[in-house]
């Protein structure tokens, strides 16, 4: 378990949050699934809600503001000044999605799209840090980019971010992990995902944490989800691929024994 009181440093994925055709219907699901409640996101947010684990945010859960939109997860990633980072999104290949703009007094943020087609949020910490729980049931504890271009790909959040990469490949997968330039903490890989179906864009998978895999797997199937990878042993835990009932994916895996697996001071 890790709480965090205080912003996240740069380049860390550190928030993530849906848009929803339905939005009961998905509070109600992570409610069942995770055991999430829910807090406003305060005055003039919509009904963006924060969903919170033990009392401590977790992940954000809205309506979308276009519903022709697909229904993902969106990975952010934490900078010091939003603005500087949006220019460089800009200037190494990728788009701006949405300009840079001020969520009250929560933060600013700006929607992105990367250098290979995979859509990422930057977000500047006001009064909302991010996640404020992590590596603990129902908690955020890995984020990783799944994407066909895997050079291209690390060429843009190395020159965006400043991130440098760890090579953690195996005999039939090719992965590297992220790691911020404060500290060289690794806080995110990046996946060559020779398996993703043609037409799919590139794109940020969120992995929460289960104290039950196989547990959490079986409630998401009978709330109405379909497992995209079933229940298996992995040498990072025991994990699976949940689609949810509205089309998010997100992984599922086992507790982190300590904070070194995902984002954390």
């Not at 969903?51 to 990633?77: E, F, I, S």
């Not at 009250?104 to 729980?133: K, N, P, Y």
């Not at 995110?188 to 179906?197: A, Y």
Request: hydrophobic fraction near 40%.
């Amino acid at each position: 378990m890790s709480t965090k009181i205080s912003s996240w440093p740069a380049a860390t994925p550190m928030w993530v949050d849906l848009g929803v055709n339905d939005l009961p219907a998905a509070r109600s699901y992570y409610a069942e699934l995770f055991g999430w409640e829910y807090v406003s996101g305060g005055e003039g947010s919509g009904d963006y809600l924060l969903a919170h684990a033990d009392g401590r945010a977790v992940a954000g859960v809205g309506p979308k503001q276009d519903p022709g939109m697909a229904t993902v997860w969106t990975t952010y990633l934490a900078t010091d000044d939003v603005d500087v980072t949006a220019k460089k999104v800009i200037a190494n290949g990728g788009q701006l999605i949405a300009p840079p703009f001020d969520v009250l007094d929560s933060g600013r943020m700006a929607l992105a799209m990367d250098s290979v087609g995979a859509v990422f949020g930057l977000w500047q910490a006001g009064t909302h840090i991010g996640a404020e729980r992590v590596n603990e049931h129902g908690a955020l504890c890995w984020n990783e980019l799944h994407t066909r271009d895997y050079a291209s790909a690390q060429a843009f959040y190395s020159k965006v971010f400043d991130a440098s990469y760890q090579d953690i490949s195996g005999d039939d997968f090719t992965y590297s992990t992220f790691k911020r330039p404060s500290d060289g903490r690794e806080v995110g890989g990046v996946h060559h995902d020779t398996d993703m179906p043609e037409g799919l864009p590139n794109y940020w998978l969120a992995w929460f944490a289960s104290d039950d895999v196989d547990g959490t797997a079986e409630k998401a199937l009978e709330l109405g989800s379909s497992l995209l990878a079933p229940v298996m042993d992995s040498p990072f835990g025991r994990m699976a691929i949940v689609q949810g009932p509205q089309g998010e994916t997100f992984g599922i895996i086992d507790t982190p024994p300590t904070g070194d697996q995902s984002a954390s001071e």
